[in-house]
T-cell receptor, first 116, second 115 residues
């Protein structure tokens, strides 16, 4: 069964460093998402991406964040200068379409980012 | 403000027993309501998705109900198994210009099934 994959599973970085989180969505999906979950808190929407551009983003997704689909298979989230409060689990998701009433999103296993 | 609240926050039951988890939401209008299962350290996995016009949906031992008038949903788990130990999260998709990109998440109910 096709699944969303994410790498690395755990990333440790120093405050101020840049990190890139990688995701491979399900191959025939067209819509891609990043979410984050700070330990003990709700999952939070960061950004959605379609047709090589951002379609929606939250207040969390400020200028420190960027997304890219560099090669037609990978979908990346870059944090330019990490802060302690960026420590969280980051989930990638993909969906085939947003036009159906269901718009099922399939989630990857997550990348745990720890900023020291 | 669009919110999703769940109860109880945590629950412990014995293997083989049934349980019901509750979800109240203020998202309006909404497109669909989902229940996800999230194992510790893993990504959420969809259990059920219901549109505003659906009242109930089953997936094996999981049955979700939806009352759009009272803005409440429940997830009933029958004959619980040890592998049901996880966080169960209620998620609502707002109806926004005909699209459903953004999801509003509850905090989840942490379920522990003991032998």
């Amino acid at each position: 069964e096709p699944e969303v994959t994410q790498t690395p599973s755990h990333q440790v970085t120093q405050m101020g460093q840049e990190v890139i989180l990688r995701c491979v969505p399900i191959s025939n999906h067209l819509y891609f998402y990043w979410y984050r979950q700070i330990l003990g808190q709700k999952v939070e929407f960061l950004v959605s991406f379609y047709n090589n551009e951002i379609s929606e983003k939250s207040e969390i997704f400020d200028d420190q964040f960027s997304v890219e689909r560099p090669d037609g298979s990978n979908f990346t989230l870059k944090i330019r200068s990490t802060k302690l409060e960026d420590s969280a689990m980051y989930f990638c998701a993909s969906s085939a379409s947003v036009l159906s009433s269901y718009n099922e999103q399939f989630f990857g296993p997550g990348t745990r980012l720890t900023v020291l | 403000k669009n919110q999703v609240e769940q109860s109880p926050q945590s629950l412990i039951i014995l293997e083989g027993k049934n349980c019901t988890l509750q979800c109240n939401y203020t998202v309006s209008p909404f497109s669909n309501l989902r229940w996800y299962k999230q194992d510790t350290g893993r990504g959420p996995v969809s259990l059920t998705i219901m549109t505003f016009s659906e009242n109930t949906k089953s997936n094996g031992r999981y049955t979700a109900t939806l009352d759009a008038d009272t803005k409440q949903s429940s997830l009933h788990i029958t004959a619980s198994q040890l592998s049901d130990s996880a966080s169960y999260i209620c998620v609502v998709s707002p109806l926004s210009a005909g699209n459903n990109r953004k999801l509003i998440w509850g905090l989840g109910t942490s379920l522990a099934v003991n032998p």
